[in-house]
């Protein structure tokens, strides 16, 4: 059995249809990325699954419960980690961790035992009796998956785990996330906007635009669907008299035209960057600058969705977590 399945799941608002018939499934021990720009529909699947919307239609269940029929069990499935701080900064990273695991109704003994369990985990052990109020912010996001673990959920959802983050803290978070996953063998989903980050830690991606998946395959398989090299064009000024010539040649597979600057996916780049500057002599357009590489993830989602991806507004954060303590506390 897989610990996430969706089924034709749909959620309309009026007349957008937020997702649309999205089917999935995560399989056991699978870490899944969940990427879209703004608007994209994976903070409605994000809010569906972890029970705070109910779907217009279709299906999904968590760890073999219905999201609808059965939401107290998918819930005590779940751990969230949220992207805004949650945490009582008043409190000690013990004295968060025990209120948390009181919530899911663990007892006294238990409580201790996985306590030590998941700061051990996230490397705070030595930090424990500190309050939160002095911890880093690295050292906040390490308690806020702690606290995610504590009562051993089958699925969690990591909600841009690293926002925020200074690049060498990021990376350490990331092995963080690797060796939970290990540790527990739980199934994760991630959202992030650090593509470098679902690249580095995911094993299959979909990416949602506009309430569907256009596209699902592991980090490997995506950046294969961009035959070529990546060439990046500065320009001075318009370049939009440059894009149809360019489109017309038979070595160059895609462009994209993003602010000032033009992205082209082309067949034997490194031979094949003199002729772009000749074609954009032609057509009266200025180079600045030229960078050469292989496809990178972002590269697939600029093609796929036809912007980079963005931060989105901070509406699922603060309401997944008061909604999580409001069922939690009843």
């Given amino acids: ?21 999205v089917t999935l499934s995560v399989e056991p021990g699978e870490i899944f990325g969940l990427l879209g720009p703004n608007g994209a529909g994976k903070t409605t699947i994000i809010n569906m699954l972890t029970t705070l919307l109910a779907p217009t239609s279709g299906t999904a269940t968590i760890a073999g419960h219905n999201i609808e029929d059965d939401p107290e069990e998918v819930r005590r499935s779940i751990g969230i980690i949220f992207q805004d701080p949650s945490l009582d900064i008043g409190l000690t990273g013990r004295e968060n961790l025990d209120f948390h695991a009181m919530m899911y109704g663990i007892d006294t003994g238990e409580r201790k035992k996985r306590i030590a369990e998941v700061l051990a985990v996230v490397g705070l052990t030595e930090k424990a009796d500190v309050l939160v109020e002095n911890y880093s912010g690295g050292m906040k996001r390490r308690l806020e998956i702690a606290r995610g673990l504590i009562h051993y959920p089958k699925v969690l959802f990591l909600d841009e785990p690293t926002l925020g983050l200074d690049a060498q803290t990021r990376r350490k978070i990331w092995n963080h996330i690797r060796d939970l996953n290990k540790k527990y063998a739980m199934s994760i989903i991630l959202t992030t906007h650090y593509m470098e980050e679902a690249d580095y830690l995911c094993d299959r991606i979909a990416i ?19 035959e070529g090299d990546v060439v990046t064009l500065g320009v001075n000024g318009n370049a939009e008299p440059l894009v149809p010539v360019l489109r017309e040649k038979p070595w160059i597979k895609d462009v994209t035209l993003h602010n000032a600057s033009l992205t082209i996916t082309v067949l034997d780049g490194e031979k094949r960057v003199p002729d772009l500057f000749v074609l954009a002599q032609m057509s009266g357009v200025s180079i600045t600058s030229v960078n050469l590489r292989k496809p990178s993830l972002e590269d697939v989602f600029i093609h796929l969705t036809g912007s980079s991806i963005r931060e989105e507004g901070g509406t699922l954060h603060g309401h997944i977590h008061a909604g999580m303590r409001r069922r939690m506390m009843k």
């Fill in 1 to 21: 059995m897989n610990p996430i399945t969706l089924n034709g799941l749909t959620k309309r608002f009026g007349d957008l249809v937020a997702v649309d018939n």
């Fill in 208 to 226: 949602i635009d506009h309430g569907k998946i256009v596209a699902l395959d592991t980090p490997a398989g995506l950046k294969t669907r961009l």
